[in-house]
């Protein structure tokens, strides 16, 4: 490839006032913004094991440089002594990885392509691509430049060598910009659809893709980080760079007013054909689109001039690999999503452009906690023998008076609206033996506001949950605010003791998962109902044994995207409960020390849970069926509604739940998305 001078002599002031702005930062300022950074970073974009290493890391960087009076982020752990910070923070500059990171990194390797131009004097050569949602690319305006180069271009996958050393059959896809095709040569990025299928019908779904977040955080500013970049260098098979590849310091965006910071600039080696490559963190997340390289310029006769490796002057037309470079230079992730909803806004053919690219990824990249690439990657630790201090540290029950539930209506079938009504499900003869009944009642529906319950007597857990939301009712909208410290669980005392949950074996291994979530369920017109609801919705017969992390990762991140829908206003309703095996562990088999005679008595923990959810989408009833494991597996592949995008999780059929369940969704089953 031949350089353009011009071309370099941007690189080399973009990266000059870059250099000049890290270098006139007040520290107070800067320490505010790089705290605030750091603990983002922690909560969203490192993973669990690290975490309290990175906050306190955060702590012992910036803690010492903030001026008195200035607000500790609201995201700081209170149980975190900033005396410790120093003695936790030894991991900074760590080198050691653990072996999931090669797991990650084949999975976002996969996503990455060899672009080829046809048809064109070739000023590029090839270069680098990947895909940042189902059917999109990401690579350099300066790879395609406009859509005639695009429309004669083609990506290749597979373009490697296999475990036993001989090269893989590369799998093309042509490009398809009539279909989408937005670029912008300032930040030298170009976003282009590509074919479904090559002619051999190869899929390109299996390729996958990686994630890109809008959050700034991903890269934290409080330690050296690798710059991890997978690349297709000089047209060859697909490489990545692991070693010496470290940021330079992220910008100090709090004092770019006139938004110039829009570059990363890294150490990592790159060569022709790296263009247009993902730039990663150590998570492998993509914080930057890989552009070029920065120049070394030198001052002859009072000029600038940009040199070569024998420390001459460079000219136009030079091969690439004879320049001397101090850097190298990727567009941030932040910058470009910037771009993009600028140029959306714009009255041309290209804000459509601008839009559908919008709406491809942030379909797939809203939540960090779903991971860098398509598959779900948050480790599930499912623990051995429990230690047997775990319990002192549960949570004790009230008792609240039974007056507390007067009046409650539970789930409504006509919440959908007119002509959408969705009852309770059926239960089939066995179910209807093991459902608790009330006291002196002979009912065995627990109705609460805004859902209702029914118990399995024998295995003390719900049977199913089913509520309904209101997403213009919820805290958030109501309030304007966070949520209260939330309230004690309860007993219902409605029902006998010895058909509830077992309370002694929930801990911070086993945690009270609630089947309806406390941010769905607390919902009303006003204070008074909203701290009603958030009481209705701490009941024990609302949780279930949960593995921690399948908690808070698995079933949370389910229910996060379902809510994120709520929040726009939407109504939904859903029905949750576990699936009950025989196969199910009872809880003194995971319980360290226990008699081998009382192993096998009390609570089973459920191994699998399932969840349905409806809506109304475009004057239809629509509906999705999950079910998911404390293996962190799903359970069978499936399509993806438009309406309430789902992520990682594939659906199961309803009717499949049914089987498992013993439970019945007339209306639901009709209504199914799953194909």
């Known amino acids: 490839m031949d350089v353009t ?106 996503a990455v392509g060899k672009i080829t131009v046809r048809g064109y004097v070739d000023t590029e050569g090839d270069a680098t691509g990947f895909l940042v949602a189902p059917g999109l690319l990401l690579t350099n305006h300066h790879v395609l430049p406009s859509e005639d180069f695009a429309a004669t271009s083609f990506v290749a996958f597979d373009m490697e060598d296999g475990l036993d050393g001989k090269p893989k059959s590369p799998k093309l896809f042509d490009l398809q910009p009539s279909e989408l095709y937005i670029a912008d040569s300032e930040l030298d990025y170009c976003f282009v659809a590509v074919s479904p299928t090559t002619s051999q019908g190869d899929e390109l779904s299996q390729f996958g893709f990686l994630r890109m977040f809008e959050q700034t955080g991903k890269l934290d500013p409080n330690r050296r980080q690798a710059a991890n970049i997978i690349q297709h260098p000089l047209g060859q098979g697909k490489k990545i760079v692991l070693r010496d590849n470290y940021f330079m310091e992220p910008p100090k965006d709090v004092l770019d007013n006139s938004g110039k910071l829009n570059s990363l600039f890294y150490g990592s080696d790159t060569l022709k054909g790296s263009s247009g490559a993902p730039v990663c963190t150590d998570e492998w997340f993509v914080v930057a689109l890989h552009r070029g390289g920065v120049p070394l310029m030198k001052a002859v006769n009072g000029e600038l001039r940009v040199m070569r490796l024998d420390d001459t002057l460079a000219r136009d037309g030079d091969a690439k690999s004879s320049i001397a470079y101090v850097a190298n230079e990727g567009t941030r992730v932040s910058r470009i999503y910037a771009s993009l909803r600028q140029k959306a806004l714009l009255d041309n053919e290209a804000s459509i452009h601008a839009q559908a690219a919008l709406n491809h990824i942030l379909a797939v990249s809203q939540d960090p906690k779903l991971g860098p690439v398509d598959r779900s990657t948050a480790p599930l630790i499912t623990p051995g023998p429990l230690a047997l201090d775990l319990s002192d540290t549960q949570e004790k029950l009230i008792r609240r008076k039974p007056s507390l539930f007067n009046g409650a209506a539970g789930y409504q079938s006509s919440f959908l609206g007119e002509g959408f009504e969705v009852g309770l499900p059926e239960l089939s003869h066995e179910v209807i033996k093991e459902v608790a009944k009330l006291r002196d009642l002979d009912e065995y529906v ?37 949520m209260p410290k939330r309230p004690s669980w309860t007993l219902d005392p409605r029902l006998d003791d010895q058909h509830q949950p077992d309370d002694s074996i929930f801990s911070t291994a086993i945690q009270r998962g609630h089947l309806f979530k406390r941010e769905d369920a607390v919902q009303g017109a006003n204070d008074e109902t909203l701290s009603l609801a958030d009481q209705h ?60 005679s009382n192993r096998f008595k009390g609570m089973r923990v459920p191994s699998r849970f399932w969840k349905i959810v409806a809506w109304v989408e475009q004057d239809r009833l629509q509906t999705a069926g999950f079910v998911l494991d404390q293996s962190d597996e799903i359970r069978k592949q499936g399509p993806i509604t438009d309406e309430i995008y789902f992520g990682a999780y594939s659906q199961t059929s309803i009717k499949e739940i049914e089987a498992r369940t013993g439970l019945l969704f007339n209306q639901l089953r009709v209504a199914d998305t799953y194909k």
């Open 5 to 110: 001078l011009a071309d370099l002599e941007k690189a080399a002031e973009r990266y000059k006032e870059f250099v000049e702005a890290q270098a006139e930062a007040p520290t107070p300022i800067v320490a505010v913004e790089r705290l605030r950074l750091g603990l983002r970073n922690a909560n969203l974009f490192t993973s669990t094991t690290d975490r309290l290493s990175v906050i306190a890391n955060v702590l012992k960087e910036n803690l010492p440089k903030l001026e008195p009076g200035i607000d500790i982020p609201p995201e700081l752990p209170q149980f975190l002594d900033v005396a410790d910070a120093r003695n936790e923070a030894s991991f900074a500059d760590n080198d050691l990885r653990p072996i999931r990171f090669l797991h990650v990194a084949l999975l976002a390797a996969r």
């Open 446 to 482: 627990l109705k609460y506001l805004n859902y209702s319950v029914v118990m399995h007597a024998r295995r003390r857990t719900a049977i199913y949950a089913a509520g309904n939301v209101n997403g213009s009712l919820l805290w958030k909208k109501i309030m304007q605010g966070a």
């Open 537 to 596: 919705s701490f009941v024990i017969t609302n949780a279930t044994p949960m593995i921690a992390n399948f908690n808070n990762v698995e079933w949370g991140d389910l229910e996060d995207l379902i809510t994120r829908h709520l929040e726009e206003g939407n109504r939904v309703s859903y029905f949750a409960g576990p699936i009950f095996d025989v196969e199910d562990k009872f809880f003194y088999e995971l319980k360290a020390s226990v008699p081998e």
